[in-house]
């Protein structure tokens, strides 16, 4: 890792720590949440606790680094034609935190003209910190690699709630895949990327994600070992349809299902 | 409190906290799960956590108190005609504990003749542990009580997941339910009903459950001030469909849609 990238990572530990202590005094409590009516008739909750961890987030790279961008799920973009740009979701998995699961996590990528030079999950409850780079994909001080997995009937999969397949397609295809699996789990936003990454579950489909959703999972997933792409087989720094999977065999066997949903 | 009762629910901490040993060194770990086959063609997993948990509660409780039953999910019952009958699930959530969410929890209940004197929920990771009894619903040492919640349109609805619905009737109104809620979680177990005592969530809704998925939390939801009943208003303690509610109003809305399923 080049010393400005190290530079750089060290910066983002730091913006983990941050949210994380502006998330923790809300977690459990009486929170009041506001539908961002953003998904058009879809719940899109939003609470104090994400405007607050992007908020001291913005603040510090604003502080830090004036001339780097920032792409935020909440507070929106600042400067995205800089060559460096911060990926933020201060809160991703907003209703696992409002009823009070701590699988919820922080999103922290840094963009480099388009490649994400590394992506940090801190779950602010826990404090566990995932971090996918140059140097590879640890839990904390760990390694993390994922599990074999060659066959869909022995697969876990994970996504983040039934809400997100409102299209007919798009729920058929998933609902294909997930009735052959061993398990399903319908709850996990990015907790599941990082449990992919684990070797805890061995595959994630999702659709309609925003960049701020995927971009810090990336090097996470990948650095682990693990697939991460659309389900046309392309790069999910935008977003969208998104497959992750543990093993080449079995995102071999899913990737044909998909494709009779997949974007052009 | 009684002084006895005082004793028998320190010694129910020390379950606690052994269980938690037992179970500590298996989360996030590569874990085979065996399907127990006992709910029909539906996944019903087990692991080596659960058995080492429900193990050493068990020794612990004939060492200090032999003449006293046991009443535990995985390895079965013991002298079930004694006076304090211990009620045991050492981990409710299994498929949560599987792929790696700290939303899993062992249960603890004391039943006294038919009685719930007491009951735990220890969430071996993140060390809550939920307890309510005689002198109220705690979590920690906080004492705990359920939000206010007039009417369904407001409501967070948590359950364990869509496999618990495979009765036609009872998914039917389940979902009539669901349909009017501001939002739906379909995961938590024992969490949820935790979160309803805490205030977090409004209406946990299911069916199914056997004695030990739901005595232990019966005096945590009460002693909060929260209602749990069966689906035709009767006592949960023998388990089958049951409603949590924190509170009354939201409950009597909800009764007469679940009325057209509840069992006689």
Redesign the interface.
């Known amino acids: 890792m080049t010393p400005k990238l190290s530079e750089y990572l060290a910066f983002a530990h730091r913006l983990a720590d941050a949210s994380a202590e502006a998330i923790r005094p809300h977690f459990?409590t009486?929170l009041t949440a506001t539908d961002k009516k953003d998904r058009g008739n879809q719940?899109s909750?939003v609470t104090a606790a994400d405007q607050a961890a992007e908020a001291v987030m913005r603040r510090l790279i604003n502080e830090t680094y004036p001339d780097h961008g920032i792409f935020g799920e909440e507070q929106g973009v600042e400067n995205l034609d800089a060559e460096y740009v911060w990926v933020l979701d201060p809160i991703d998995g907003t209703?696992?935190f409002?009823?009070?699961?701590?699988?919820f996590g922080t999103l922290i990528a840094l963009n480099h003209q388009g490649t994400v030079e590394f992506g940090i999950m801190n779950q602010a409850?826990?404090g566990e910190r995932f971090v996918g780079g140059p140097e590879g994909a640890f839990l904390g001080e760990r390694r993390i690699k994922t599990?074999s997995c060659a066959d869909l009937a022995d697969a876990?999969l994970?996504y983040s709630?039934?809400w997100l397949y409102h299209k007919e397609n798009e729920r058929r295809v998933f609902d294909q895949v997930a009735k052959r699996v061993?398990?399903t789990?319908?709850?996990?936003d990015c907790?599941n990327y990082c449990?992919l990454a684990?070797?805890?579950?061995d595959l994630v489909i999702e659709t309609e994600l925003n960049p701020w959703d995927i971009q810090a999972l990336i090097p996470i997933i990948e650095q682990a070992d693990g697939i991460v792409t659309t389900w046309n087989g392309g790069r999910v720094e935008d977003g969208g349809q998104v497959i992750a999977c543990g093993d080449r065999r079995l995102y071999d066997q899913v990737m044909p299902i998909l494709a009779q949903a997949a974007d052009a």
């Open positions: 459990q009486h719940y909750p209703r696992s409002l009823v009070g699961f701590p699988i409850i826990s599990r876990i994970c709630g039934p061993t398990l789990m319908h709850v996990g907790y449990m684990l070797g805890m579950i």
